[in-house]
C-alpha cells in the first residue's frame, strides 16, 4: 500500500522501488517533524514511540477543509499517528500535499507534509498556542514562556535552543 493501486498507477518509467524510496522520505520526514513538536515534552519523555498510525486519505482535517474554503488545494492524503509519550496516548494529523515538483525528475522534494497535534487535549492545544507565539510572535512567546522552546536542527539530531 505504497500509493500504487488503481488510483494512483504507476507514470512511464517509474518503479516500485522507486515509490517505496519516496514514500519512506515521507515517513521518515513526517516523524523527524514528530519529534520536533516532541521537544516541548523532552523533560517527561526523552524517547517517545509510534505505536499506531492510520491513512485517511478521503477525510480532511478541520484545518485541510478551512483551507479548502479559502481557495487552496486539499491535502492528497492524510495519516493520522499516535506516539506513546511515555504513557500517554498523543494523536498527531498529517496532511499531505503535493508540491509540483517532479521527485523523480529533479530530486527535490514534492511533499509538503503539515505535521501536527490533534486538538484533542489541552497539552495539544498549548503546543500549537506556542508553535503559533514562536512562529509569528517569537518576542511575546520567550517572555509568556518559561525559556524559548524553539526546536533547531543542528545535523541530524534535535536540539532546544537556550
Known amino acids: 500500500s505504497s500509493g500504487i493501486n488503481a488510483e494512483w498507477p504507476l507514470r512511464p518509467g517509474e518503479t516500485v522501488t522507486e515509490i517505496i524510496k519516496i514514500h ?34 478521503k477525510d480532511l482535517s478541520p484545518r485541510a477543509r478551512f483551507r479548502t474554503w479559502l481557495g487552496y488545494d486539499a491535502p492528497f492524503d ?27 525528475e529533479t530530486g527535490e522534494d514534492s511533499v509538503e507534509i503539515d505535521v501536527r ?5 489541552f497539552s495539544a ?7 503559533f507565539a514562536l512562529r509569528n510572535a517569537p518576542t511575546v512567546a520567550t517572555f509568556l514562556f518559561d ?4 526546536p533547531v536542527e543542528s545535523g541530524t539530531e534535535v536540539i532546544k535552543e537556550t
Open 24 to 57: 519512506n522520505f515521507n515517513n521518515e520526514k513526517a516523524w523527524h517533524e514528530i519529534l520536533l513538536w516532541e521537544t516541548f515534552h523532552n523533560e517527561e519523555c526523552k524517547d517517545p514511540q509510534l505505536t499506531k498510525f492510520a491513512g485517511k486519505p
Open 78 to 104: 492524510r495519516h493520522d499517528w499516535v506516539v506513546d509519550r511515555c504513557g500517554t496516548d498523543v494523536r498527531y494529523i498529517l496532511d499531505y500535499y503535493d508540491t509540483g515538483i517532479d521527485q523523480l
Open 117 to 121: 497535534p490533534a486538538l484533542d487535549s
Open 125 to 131: 492545544c498549548f503546543d500549537r498556542m506556542k508553535v
Open 147 to 150: 525559556y524559548p522552546m524553539v
